[in-house]
């Protein structure tokens, strides 16, 4: 079974505080919380990899970059950040916090859905419930736009995307530990669901996950 790629050290990939030197240590719940994260397993077509997280946000962050890949194509890319904050946090109400952004290109008919921006939220809920999660102070935000070509360009049809930021407290178990290896298999299936892919079975078990190759990567500024 693969894991997400690429080394876990304590500070070049964001397992160390965001703001602190050499010298700080990682807190053993939030290096648990992120070796938990190498024993998910997630369908095939989803390419996953660290990648350096936010500074600022808490005093220790990690992320991920996925895609959901189809050949040559992205048909779906994000990002999932854990922060911690050891003191805890009185807008999480706990010690950790996940935070996502989805994007997808939607085909002409979805794209036409009034209730789209609903129905995408609920497919965040959705995969967390599917995953018997428990989370709290879920929130974020929905946008869909529109890409008309001109000139040029003008032979492209109309596009239309969807994104999706969220954040939400996953519950802490054993240890103060959250189980970050279910919820990034949530996430990664909403991630599939975004991209028109049809519901995975069980555990997606012998499922891998697999690095992203250098030449492609999630279309995230």
Known sequence: MAAAQGQFSDHSNGTGGTDGGE???????????IDALRTARLRP????EPTPPP?????YAYALEAAVVDGEDDLADGRLILLHDPSGHDAWQGT???????????E????????LPEVCWSWLTGALEARGLSYGEASGTVTQA??????????????????IRA??????????VPDTAAHLTAWCDLLCQVAGLPPGTGDAAGAGVVSLPQRRGPRIP
């Open 108 to 115: 002409p008919e979805m794209a036409a859905d009034p209730l």
């Open 167 to 176: 954040s939400w407290t996953p519950r802490e178990g054993r240890g103060g």
């Open 45 to 48: 077509g989803v390419e996953i």
């Open 146 to 163: 529109g890409s008309y070509y001109f000139g040029g360009l003008a032979e492209r049809r109309p596009a239309t995307q969807i994104e």
């Open 23 to 33: 010298g700080d240590s990682v807190p053993p719940a939030f290096r648990s919380a």
């Open 55 to 59: 500074k600022r946000l808490a005093p």
């Open 96 to 106: 950790f916090r996940l935070v996502t952004l989805v994007r997808a290109e939607l």
